[in-house]
């Protein structure tokens, strides 16, 4: 699966921000969340998204993903601004072009593993391609958990469970928001082993949001924010680069 | 703890007002009925008062008390007056007759709605006995023959104006009159709907056909005189058939008799009354135990840091006391504006009551708190217990469940034992103890159901939600995969539509099978063609009218049935009974009716004949001999002589001429007409019908007619409960909006995640919508069968009344369902756009 069958032109990355500003409350006691972001994330790339507590990295996934909307600047989604769409329209540009993974509560209780799977397909009435259905399943050794409700899941399967919804409708960008926060060193592991697969071997775009830099050593590459500006790009990290840069910070 | 509960209940002050709402409306409700009675009680009697405060003592024919009384009153000779006039003391006596009169329009149509009583009066032209007046603006009273003086009020209401002619209808037929002037109470007391039209004295006895009769001789004392010592005085004097009574007397009399019925009119509003609370109590209590279970880690913590669980459960109590008091203080309010409104409502369709200031006792006001505080917090207590009962641990696991499994068999334990003693009290209510027991035992019903419908409710989701997945999509899978989520919640909120849906499934079948059983019985026993009935309720068919239809060639039979009250017992006064008695003419009625009578209807001629399942009911057998007390006072005993197999007119006949002789008021209440051989039906009714047209009070109708006549009525009868049942409805919608609004408080990550994974707000609203449709639907349908089900007992029940045909409405039952789901799609608007308006941030961010 190669990025350029998604339609747009070449040059156009599967996301980018220009001049993101976001400021939350008002008067005296207004936060500058974003203040002038420039992103680009190119197509087939995983990208880290790192940053102190209150750093706006959060804010940056949400505004980029078309969950919240910016005070100044423009996001694009596969070369669209999203300023420019109502409610309806960047809703249905969510739904075709991208894949949420989040912390917790990815899965909706009443509906099974496969269920939940197919949220994206099911809630715009589409077919489901059974092909690409079986292989995201079977990459993610879903197969014998698919009647399942949440609960009767591991907190690992239920986060692949939201991985798998995020790919199943072959999204521009999955965003994830530390997916990996509520699980322990195993499945954690485990479940970036399978979205490290994606980007490799199918040409996922991913970006993510981290505070671990173990975690942010499976991207190609890390954007680091602090006070809502962007201060460092890495690319190809380790757990130890990213160390080094983190403590440098600090000194 | 005060301060928490208070802090508590601010923090959910957008549930609580959903809550609240049931409360007030229920209060509203009980309120309302004290001060509209009250209000009605208190206009009537200032009209009574005023009415006899120019009488002394007032003489009139005897008439035992348990007679009906309408306009017409017995009367008697006019000799007596001036016996009563030379009685010492008697400063004054005046004669009078009353009886019935009523305008007609152009077209000849009676005018203003019939119940009121249209009175036809003689003109007193005494300056201190007057309880009218006429104005000199308004007119002259009238002096002499084609003079007559209206009401105000009447007159107002229908544009007459001095000068103008009226035409008139009487009992015995019409004449035209002229208005020659306007009269007004004394005490400018209106007389509500009922009218009143003055003739001059010797006019008025001859209209109403009391020639040297009377029916009242009004006195006032002399100076010094009091009424009591007159009353002495002339009862001394009283001819046997006459009494006499002091105004006084006869004030707390009427007062008494109004005060009796408003008392019924009163309590059957109450009882609709606590249907709503019943209802509201439902939906307060569902809520209470939903925010408890919201505020489960709160209340933990609480616990954790050393609340005890008797202050959890005081906490918990006392918000509810505190949204009570609120909500019951606005209810009483609304209780009056709810007064007002529906004296002005009955006002606009006709039915005026006298003026006067809406009468709030501080009795009203006190019941309606207390029912309100009390019901909020008896509703509240078992989430309370339940809210104490949170281990402290519950604050430190995130989303503790908290629900216990084992609890089902309780449930289905403790709900099958009071569905059963519901239905043991259904069953003996029934069958041997009344109405009373019924009430407690369908109570127990209800409540016993609603115990059970969790049981149900999962199953119920899948089923009535199975469509809803093809027809729309993964919004209809969610909606019929949260109304099984929490079955205690879908059916604590189903149950509460339940009580109002099977009241009026109950009215709808027992009604049909009374309309289907009364046309049966019309059909199969009546074999008259034609029947002729009074256009008013209260005087029976022009006696002259059933003369000149005797004269038409084309008809076979006229016979004349009347109905009069008597008194029965078998010897032993302790069981005497009230009932109605009927009169037929054996010579003619078994060309009309087939009454089954055993050894035949002649029976009737040596005494009485008795419907064969009432004799079994009341230990009567034939050979039996019976005193017989009619209103007049006449004593009597009759054998009973034969059986009857038809219930109608109450199922005991005597004779015409027997009835004759014991009533002096006794027009047929109905007339049946056979036509002869060979005669087409609408020509014999043409002829009739012409002769009618002189008898504005007659009408004249086809065997069919008269039945679809009763189905109408049953029909507003239905209607009238119906609308009485319509607040605990809408109060039981009220719930199910809540109840949502509380889910998706709870829901709001769920929301938010369907948002960002692509659902439009559309399909959100969509999802909630067809929530709130099965759980309405599931509701109606268990109302739908409950009310099937206490229908055909009942009608079971009743066969022997005279119910002997069960009918079951389904289309309308289906309608009913229908309706509900409508109901559940307006009940889910406001929760529904709360629902899609989340914001995706905000509940991702929800912790």
């Not at chain 2, 010094?224 to 004097?237: F, H, Q, R, Y």
């Not at chain 2, 019901?375 to 908290?402: E, R």
């Not at chain 2, 007619?705 to 049942?725: C, P, R, S, T, Y």
Request: glycine residues 10%.
């Amino acid at each position: 699966m190669s990025s350029n069958n998604h339609g747009a032109p070449v040059s156009e990355p599967a996301v980018r921000m220009v001049d993101g500003v976001k400021i939350y409350g008002e008067g005296e006691t207004a936060v500058r969340a974003l203040g002038g972001v420039s992103l680009r994330i190119e197509r087939g790339q995983f990208t880290a998204i790192m940053g102190p507590s209150g750093s706006g990295k959060s804010t940056l996934l949400h505004t980029l993903a078309g969950l919240d909307t910016l005070e100044g600047g423009e996001a694009f989604i596969d070369g669209v601004a999203l300023s420019t769409l109502k409610d309806r329209d960047l809703t249905l540009l969510r739904r075709e072009k991208v894949g949420f993974v989040f912390q917790t509560f990815n899965l909706i209780p009443t509906l099974n593993a496969e269920e939940n799977i197919l949220l994206p397909i099911s809630i715009a009435r589409e077919d489901v391609e059974q092909d690409w259905f079986d292989q995201i399943v079977g990459t993610l050794g879903l197969d014998d958990r698919l009647h399942h409700l949440p609960t009767q899941l591991s907190g690992g399967q239920q986060q692949r469970v939201a991985v798998a919804r995020a790919l199943i409708s072959r999204p521009i960008i999955v965003c994830a928001d530390e997916p990996t926060g509520n699980l322990d060193s195993r499945a954690s592991d485990e479940l970036l082993g399978f979205i490290r697969a994606a980007v490799d071997n199918i040409g996922q775009t991913v970006v993510m949001v981290t505070h671990d830099p173990t975690v942010a050593a499976y991207a190609d590459q890390v954007v680091f924010l602090e006070d809502g500006k962007v201060i460092h790009e890495m690319t190809d990290p380790n757990a130890e680069s990213i160390f080094d840069y983190l403590k440098s910070l600090g000194e | 703890m005060l301060r928490t509960a208070v802090k508590g209940m601010w923090a959910h002050k957008l549930r609580l007002t959903l809550t609240a709402l049931s409360i007030i409306l229920g209060v509203a409700f009980v309120v309302g009925s004290f001060v509209f009675t009250d209000t009605i009680q208190d206009g009537f009697d200032k009209l009574f008062g005023d009415a006899y405060a120019g009488v002394g003592v007032q003489v009139e024919a005897e008439v035992l008390d348990f007679a009906q009384q309408g306009e017409d009153v017995p009367s008697f000779d006019e000799g007596v007056l001036d016996g009563i006039a030379s009685v010492p003391g008697v400063k004054v006596a005046v004669p009078s007759v009353r009886g019935f009169a009523q305008l007609l329009d152009s077209e000849g149509e009676l005018l203003g709605i019939s119940g009121p009583p249209k009175f036809a009066f003689s003109w007193v032209e005494h300056p201190t006995v007057n309880r009218l007046t006429i104005l000199e603006a308004d007119g002259r009273p009238p002096t002499g023959p084609g003079e007559v003086a209206v009401d105000i009020e009447t007159a107002t209401r229908h544009d007459i104006t001095v000068g103008q002619e009226v035409d008139v209808a009487f009992e015995n037929g019409k004449g035209r009159f002229e208005v020659v002037g306007l009269a007004t109470s004394v005490s400018q007391t209106d007389f509500g709907s009922s009218s009143i039209l003055l003739f001059e004295h010797r006019e008025a006895q001859r209209l109403l056909r009391l020639e040297g009769q009377l029916t009242a001789i009004v006195v006032q004392a002399d100076e010094g005189v009091s009424p009591e010592t007159l009353l002495e005085s002339i009862e001394a004097v009283l001819p046997d058939g006459l009494m006499a009574a002091t105004g006084e007397e006869l004030k707390e009399s009427v007062v008494e008799e109004l005060e009796t019925s408003l008392g019924f009119f009163n309590t059957a509003l109450l009882v609709f009354a606590g249907v709503a609370i019943l209802v509201g109590a439902f939906i307060i209590q569902n809520t209470f135990r939903i925010i408890v279970a919201q505020r489960l880690r709160e209340l933990a913590l609480l616990r954790a840091i050393g609340a005890t669980s008797r202050q959890i459960v005081r906490m918990v109590a006392t918000e509810a006391a505190l949204v009570g008091l609120v909500a019951s203080a606005l209810g009483v309010g609304a209780g009056i504006l709810l007064a007002y409104g529906m004296r002005e409502a009955l006002g606009l369709i006709g039915f005026t009551f006298p003026r006067g200031d809406l009468v709030v006792e501080t009795r009203t006001i006190v019941l309606g708190m207390v029912v309100g505080v009390v019901i909020t917090v008896v509703s509240a207590l078992l989430p309370a217990f339940k809210a104490s009962s949170v281990p402290p641990v519950a604050a430190l696991q995130a989303g503790a469940g908290h629900t216990k499994r084992a609890s089902l068999r309780n449930r289905a334990i403790i709900g099958f034992s009071v569905t059963g003693l519901g239905i043991v009290g259904l069953v003996v209510g029934l069958v041997w103890l009344g109405i009373t027991y019924v009430g407690v035992g369908a109570l127990l019903l209800f409540l016993g159901v609603a115990i059970l419908a969790p049981l149900v409710a999962r199953p119920a989701g899948s089923l009535l939600g199975s469509p809803l997945p093809r027809l729309f999509g993964l919004p209809g899978l969610l909606a019929k995969e949260n109304t099984r989520r929490q079955p205690r919640r879908t059916a604590a909120t189903a149950s509460a539509l339940m009580i109002g849906i099977a009241l009026v499934s109950f009215v709808a079948v027992l009604s049909s099978s009374i309309s289907e059983s009364v046309k049966q019985s019309l059909l199969e026993t009546f074999a008259a063609d034609l029947t002729i009935t009074s256009l008013n309720f209260n005087t029976g068919v022009s006696g002259d009218f059933v003369e000149d239809l005797d004269e038409l060639e084309d008809l076979a039979a006229v016979s004349s049935v009347r109905v009069g009250q008597v008194q029965i017992t078998t010897g032993d006064p302790s069981d005497e009974i009230t009932t109605n008695i009927a009169a037929i003419d054996p010579a003619t009625v078994e060309q009309v009716w087939s009454t089954g009578a055993e050894p035949g209807v002649d029976a009737v001629v040596e005494g009485m004949i008795v419907e064969t399942s009432q004799m079994d009911e009341r230990g009567w057998a034939v050979g039996d001999i019976l005193t017989l007390k009619f209103p007049s006072g006449d004593i009597t005993e009759l054998e009973i002589t034969g059986t009857l197999a038809s219930e109608a007119f109450g199922g005991i006949l005597i004779s015409e001429q027997r009835y004759l002789t014991h009533y002096e008021l006794n027009a047929p209440a109905l007339v049946l007409v056979a036509t002869a051989e060979g005669v087409e039906l609408d020509a014999a009714r043409q002829q009739v019908q012409d002769l009618a047209s002189d008898y504005p009070l007659v009408q004249v109708q086809t065997k069919s007619e008269f039945a679809a006549d009763f189905e109408n009525q049953i029909g507003q009868l239905v209607a009238v409960f119906n609308g009485l049942l319509a607040l605990a409805i809408v109060i039981a919608i009220l719930g199910i909006t809540n109840t949502l609004a509380l889910s998706i408080t709870e829901r709001i990550r769920e929301i938010g995640l369907l948002r960002a994974v692509g659902m439009v707000r559309r399909q959100i609203r969509r999802m909630v919508r067809w929530e709130a449709v099965v759980v309405a639907v599931f509701g109606a349908v268990l109302g739908v069968l409950l009310g099937g089900i206490l229908g055909w007992a009942v009608r079971l029940a009743l066969a022997d009344d005279g119910l002997e045909v069960f009918n079951l409405p389904a289309l309308q039952l289906v309608v009913y369902v229908a309706l509900a789901g409508v109901a559940g799609v307006i009940a889910a608007i406001l929760p529904a756009r709360s629902a899609s308006r989340i914001k995706i941030l905000d509940a991702i961010a929800y912790e």
